[in-house]
């Protein structure tokens, strides 16, 4: 039985919770890089969001249906990709705020 209670009390010990690391070093270039990914992203969302809005009129000016459906769907997943970067985004700050 000591094998068993052996086991349970290995078992039983709490795991390690190291503080995180920054695994670039604080390296100012790649926080930079970082930083314009993060605002290409915002401006890519909001330049489809324009262009698809400007789809969705012409294809209604020009009476083409398929165009106007598909600056729809274009203006629906730029939405969908402007609230996933708006959470995304204050992830990846508090990451890099806690590790630097």
Known sequence: MSAVTAVLDVL???LPNPAPADPTGGNAAI???ISYVKWGVLIVCAVVAVASGAFM???SASD???A???GKRALLWSV???IASAVAIPMINAVQTATS
């Open 80 to 82: 969908v990709g402007l």
């Open 31 to 33: 926080q930079l890089l």
């Open 64 to 66: 083409r249906p398929d």
């Open 68 to 70: 106007s459906s598909k």
């Open 57 to 59: 009129a012409w294809g």
């Open 12 to 14: 039983s010990a709490p």
